[in-house]
């Protein structure tokens, strides 16, 4: 009688069953892997979310503060941008700027009416010309009668001493160009002599380029003086949670994480500084244009201001929310490392 030999555990398995719990070894190595794109996405979102809110529902709790810093903000930014607009509207005053820089061509004294009709016409289509005239000798001696008070003796003349004019008024008020004009002009027969006024040309490039300069430095004055006051007032709300910050930054908390309602909260005062900006210059330009609409009136001229274009206006907003950004990143990042926890 032979004798029986039980089955080994090992007999026992089956061949595939040699890992019990596949399923949850599988999970356990997903979770050593960390959490997915979408979840790490969703987290950052979220975060921003209640970092913005935070700022929003700290800066409501001080509508009163809040409101004068951003007006404070806002008359900085309509300063410049305001005689910038001015400036603006100066230059639209082209047709007077170019009166001011017309090209005189004196014909020859043989040269018919006809001719230089002809000639104001082929004057009138060269690409740097607005707009041409022909002054007649008969109506250039009736003019200069009537202005020079010499009407009796000039009628003793034995004949018309003054040329044929074609006024030419240019596209564009630039010294060189008009310089070149000029010559292009002088080249042409019949013309004696082509004579530009470059004083009045000077003048105006000196006034605009001076208003130009004064503009940008106001500007640069007034952005740092932006600068300091986001900065002090995101300074005082450092000060105002500095335990709180100590805190965070002793669980753990990143400087990004500390900084971030900040930012947020510099970005909405520029923000709110904007707004108003973009309101007082949009106001305040309508307030002045029935003054100047009244002005150029009386000398016969339809001028009036223009507003707030929507590019200025956008840049002007994007502008205020960067400096808002930025200030209140410069005054985090200096008190940053102040708050460490103790």
């Not at 041409?132 to 009537?146: G, I, M, N, P």
Request: aromatic share 8%.
């Amino acid at each position: 009688m032979s004798a029986t030999r039980s089955p080994k555990v090992s007999d026992r398995v089956a061949p595939n069953a040699a890992d019990p719990q596949p399923e949850k070894k599988k999970k356990i190595r997903e979770e050593d892997d960390g959490p997915d794109f979408g979840t790490l996405f969703h987290a950052w979102l979220e975060s921003h979310r209640s970092s913005l809110l935070d700022s929003l529902r700290r800066l409501g709790k001080q509508p009163i503060g809040s409101f004068f810093t951003c007006l404070v903000m806002a008359i900085a930014l309509s300063l410049p941008m305001g005689l910038s607009l001015l400036l603006g509207n100066v230059e639209r005053l082209g047709g007077s700027w170019q009166r001011a820089a017309q090209i005189s061509l004196y014909l020859q004294l043989d040269t018919s009416s006809r001719d230089g009709e002809a000639l104001r016409d082929q004057v009138k289509a060269l690409p740097g010309v607005a707009e041409a005239e022909y002054v007649s000798r008969e109506q250039a001696l009736d003019e200069f009668q009537k202005q020079s008070g010499l009407g009796e003796a000039l009628r003793e003349l034995p004949e018309n001493p003054l040329p044929g004019v074609v006024v030419v008024t240019p596209k564009e008020v630039d010294k060189a160009g008009l310089d070149a004009l000029r010559q292009q002009l002088a080249e042409l027969p019949k013309v004696e002599q082509a004579q530009l006024d470059l004083v009045w040309v000077e003048r105006l490039a000196a006034i605009l380029k001076l208003g130009d300069r004064f503009v940008f430095g106001l500007t640069v004055l007034l952005v740092l003086a932006l600068l300091l006051v986001i900065g002090n007032t995101i300074r005082l709300h450092i000060e105002n949670r500095r335990t709180e910050i100590e805190v965070i930054k002793l669980v753990g908390g990143t400087d990004s994480y500390v900084r971030r309602p900040f930012l947020y909260m510099g970005a909405l005062y520029g923000m709110g500084a904007g707004v108003f900006s973009w309101g007082v210059l949009a106001y305040g330009l309508n307030w002045l244009n029935g003054a100047v609409v009244g002005l150029a009136g009386l000398y016969g001229s339809d001028f009036s201001l223009a507003g707030v274009p929507m590019a200025d206006g956008l840049s002007l907003l994007l502008g205020a929310v960067l400096l808002g950004y930025i200030g209140a990143w410069i005054a985090v990042a200096r008190h940053l490392s102040e708050l460490a926890p103790r």
